[in-house]
């Protein structure tokens, strides 16, 4: 249960790092967004590396996990968390874009930011 929160919050917290550095008119002459994005992920990798192993991607959670059911002989439980990985960071991008647009109404032709 652990993982599954810690994966939530920090993809959360990733993808509300990228939507606001990368993807906002208001920013659009920016050069700082490889350094918060690079900076959210290294202290993700930090805080949850030893609780959950800090995936935040559902694609590399899938990638790793079918490369070792691929190259491993050995019977094992591959597939046991596999779930929690491709549904925890997707959970935690929808929550951000929910985020995202109530924080933000003006990248979506709404309200204009003060």
Not at 20 to 39: C, E, K, M, R, W
Request: charged content about 10%; some cysteine; hydrophobic content about 45%.
């Amino acid at each position: 249960m652990s993982a599954c929160l810690v994966e939530i919050l920090y993809t959360c917290a990733l993808c509300l790092v990228i939507l606001n550095v990368a993807t906002t008119n208001q920013d659009t002459p920016n050069h700082y967004f490889g350094l918060a994005i690079g900076s959210t992920v290294g202290s993700a990798a930090i805080a949850i590396g030893g609780v959950s192993g800090c995936s935040l991607n559902p694609a590399v959670s899938f990638g790793v996990t079918i490369t070792h059911v691929l190259t491993m002989e050995s019977e094992g439980r591959h597939w046991d968390y596999i779930g929690l990985y491709l549904a925890a960071p997707l959970v935690g991008a929808a929550l951000a874009a929910a985020i995202f647009y109530a924080v933000r109404p003006a990248e979506y032709g709404g309200k204009k930011d003060k």
